[in-house]
């Protein structure tokens, strides 16, 4: 009995060879945490096929919007742009540290991908935060908000957050490196830990409260402008209007419900993308406090041990949430298909072109059918009655 039992432990414990920190960690974490690495194989392909053709469709349909006074669609544009580079980039990461697959162990490449990654990342909470602010001055600051359109500030703008995120990400070049064993790694530099939580505090804590808060003074700003338009709309017939004052009242009424359908869109991406980031940070801060167990343990001991038991939990429930909080990055398409009459008609034209272009071919392809067969029931008819 204690000779199967040694003989599983020595099993084990050549599961797991310390060959490398990175593999070493990977095939521990496969062994005691196997739905964490389910959840990594299986669900983010499936995101990032979502995500690639969402997003795709997205900047096909929102660049065709882009105008000096549209700087939704500009912003909406770059959003999906920043998406697809962000979850090409995570499937590089993925291809490293779940599968295994030799993506990052340059010594230039490692520390130089982290700064495209992070860049990427960051992107996101300071281009919601843009547009939020946008939509804020327009609503609640109208007048403001209509000179500040005019004078086409949306591409500059979209230019100091790519700079702003890139001079974030750029301090990573400190933070990874390829050691001795070939892979790459986290350096533990103190000013890199610190850069990072003082940097993810600021992006995904400061950034989204600030833009929380703006959306709700959007939503009552909106909502007392709905009321105030309603209590004192005025009957143009009776209080002797010109027809050409009624129909500029009628044009800045169309003008205003549509900002009010495009307001819907932008706060609906952005709550989303709220909610999923909100949860991303928090489990990020957990890891500080719940740390792995002892290195030194054999593999069948770190079964056993009650330290990496609770971080197997805690690293289950991040893998979850880490699938949630990329999803913000692929399911975007849905929410614009749901809340954007502009985006839901061009969705519908496109698919009923294509549509329309099958059957077409296929007609096509009946047609000459029908004419090759009907050539030749001619030649045949023709062919009888000159032997007749």
């Given at each position: ?158 230019v100091a957050i790519i700079i702003l995120s890139l001079l974030l990400a ?219």
């Amino acid at each position: 009995m204690n000779g199967s039992i040694n003989n599983t432990t020595e099993i084990l414990d050549d599961l797991c060879p310390r060959v490398g920190v990175v593999s070493w960690y990977s095939c521990i974490f496969e062994l005691y945490a196997p739905s964490a690495f389910f959840v990594d194989k299986y669900v983010s392909p499936i995101l990032y096929f979502i995500g690639l053709v969402g997003n795709l469709l997205t900047i096909k349909i929102w660049s065709r919007r882009i105008r000096k006074t549209n700087t939704s669609a500009l912003y909406l544009t770059v959003l999906a742009v920043s998406d697809l580079v962000l979850l090409a980039l995570h499937s590089v990461m993925e291809l490293q540290f779940t599968w295994n697959v030799s993506t990052l162990n340059k010594p230039v490449w490692c520390p130089t991908f982290f700064v495209f990654y992070m860049f990427a990342q960051y992107m996101s909470p300071l281009l919601i935060m843009g547009f939020t602010l946008e939509r804020f001055i327009s609503i609640a600051i109208p007048f403001k908000g209509e000179r500040f359109s005019r004078r086409n500030r949306g591409a500059l703008e979209i230019v100091a957050i790519i700079i702003l995120s890139l001079l974030l990400a750029v301090p990573q070049v400190f933070g990874w490196t390829v050691f001795p064993d070939g892979e790459c790694q986290g350096t533990g530099i103190k000013f890199f830990e610190i850069w990072i939580w003082v940097s993810d505090i600021l992006v995904f804590g400061a950034f989204p409260l600030a833009s929380l808060i703006l959306n709700v003074l959007v939503i009552n700003a909106v909502s007392r402008s709905i009321r105030l338009r309603r209590d004192t709309a005025p009957s143009f017939e009776l209080n002797g209007f010109s027809s050409k004052l009624l129909k500029t009242r009628q044009k800045e009424h169309t003008k205003q419900r549509s900002l009010r359908v495009s307001t819907v869109t932008l706060l609906c991406v952005s709550f989303y993308r709220l909610f999923t980031v909100i949860p991303v940070a928090i489990i990020f801060a957990l890891q500080y406090r719940i740390p792995t167990g002892d290195e030194t343990l054999s593999v069948s001991e770190i079964g056993k041990d009650s330290t990496w038991k609770t971080f197997f939990d805690y690293l289950i429930a991040k893998k979850i949430i880490d699938e949630v909080g990329l999803s913000q990055y692929s399911l975007n398409f849905f929410l614009y298909y749901l809340t954007a009459n502009y985006f839901r008609n061009e969705v519908c034209r496109l698919f009923r072109s294509l549509i329309e272009c099958r059957v077409g071919i296929t007609e096509f392809r009946g047609r000459r059918r029908g004419t090759e067969s009907s050539t030749k029931g001619t030649l045949l008819s023709t062919r009888k009655s000159f032997y007749d």
